[in-house]
């Protein structure tokens, strides 16, 4: 009933803005998806109607539910990032003012959409930690008390755990207490290919058994040229055998994997070489794809846009 409710108000929303076309027994079939462009964060969805910008902010991640979306915003004056959070339904945003200071970013929903972890810069430490907090902004606390310099959190299918690394090493901590579970070289992780960095971003299939991450590699085209070298790919890691595998080639630099609640499928952002032809150099668009694991078949939903994130029940 949840769904049906929440499906069919987003149904609505999209029809009024002019976006909708399809019958509305199509509201089924919608999966909610968030993504940015310039600015503002937009919410579409995988039938690919047009979407429409709800918030001013970045790293916009939506709920398992598809009922909410937490990101990152910023002062009146840009000085500062602050978590907020969107109700979709009813337009509301709520900046989570609990969260001390004013650089923290990146927030992840926990599975059960009711913790948000994310990034967040400890002043006296002068460091990075992760911290969580709850959707309404209650229960703020910084986890993992010893470490710090740790990047790309996000958390285990279950939600017992959350995970990070810091340049070198991946770490399993314990949601509950804080306390560091498992300890494993990063690289085992990322195999070869990748460089290890602090943008790496992971999602986990909903049973856990695959993660999606993207990362950065040497850049071997002729058609994107940038100006560190670098390009980016997708890649598997499956936790049960240690194996990882390359899913994206030379013809797309992609970035931001989120996975789809259709088996195998996700999202990602990605630079086409098939749409560069005859587009100068730094001025290429990137494009909102979906695809899937089972048969590499891909889609554009959206131009212009990065950063997507989809709702996975």
């Not at 079939?29 to 310039?38: E, N, S, T």
């Not at 990075?128 to 710090?148: C, D, H, I, T």
């Not at 300890?183 to 049973?207: I, Q």
């Amino acid at each position: 009933m949840r769904r049906g409710i929440l499906y069919g108000a987003l149904f609505a929303l999209l029809f009024a803005c002019g976006g909708a076309s399809a019958a509305a027994e199509d509201v089924e079939h919608l999966r909610p998806i968030v993504f940015q462009r310039d600015d503002g964060i937009c919410l579409g969805d995988t039938l690919g109607w047009e979407p429409k910008t709800v918030a001013s902010g970045y790293d916009a991640e939506i709920s398992p539910d598809g009922a909410s979306v937490a990101f990152t915003a910023s002062d009146d004056k840009g000085d500062g990032r602050y978590i907020a959070v969107l109700d979709i339904p009813s337009g509301s945003v709520t900046r989570l003012t609990s969260v001390p200071g004013d650089n923290s970013y990146g927030p992840r929903w926990s599975p059960d959409g009711e913790v948000l972890l994310f990034n967040h810069w400890d002043e006296k430490q002068d460091d990075w930690r992760f911290a969580v907090v709850s959707k309404n902004g209650k229960g703020f606390r910084v986890l993992a008390p010893k470490l710090y310099g740790i990047y790309s959190p996000f958390w285990s299918a279950d939600g017992t755990s959350v995970y990070g690394h810091d340049l070198e090493t991946l770490y399993r901590i314990a949601a509950d207490t804080g306390k560091v579970m498992e300890r494993k070289k990063l690289t085992d992780v990322l195999g070869s290919e990748a460089d290890p960095s602090s943008a790496v971003h992971f999602s986990v299939s909903s049973d856990g058994t695959q993660w999606l991450f993207d990362a950065t590699v040497a850049n071997r085209t002729t058609w994107l040229q940038t100006e560190d070298g670098s390009f980016g790919a997708l890649f598997l890691y499956r936790p049960g055998d240690g194996t990882v595998r390359r899913l994206t080639d030379d013809t797309v630099s992609a970035s931001h994997p989120s996975w789809l609640p259709e088996r195998g499928g996700y999202l990602f952002a990605g630079i086409m070489e098939e749409r560069s032809k005859n587009i100068a150099p730094g001025m290429q668009t990137s494009f909102i794809i979906q695809r899937s694991l089972e048969d590499d078949g891909q889609s554009v939903l959206f131009e212009n846009g990065s950063w997507p994130s989809a709702a996975v029940r």
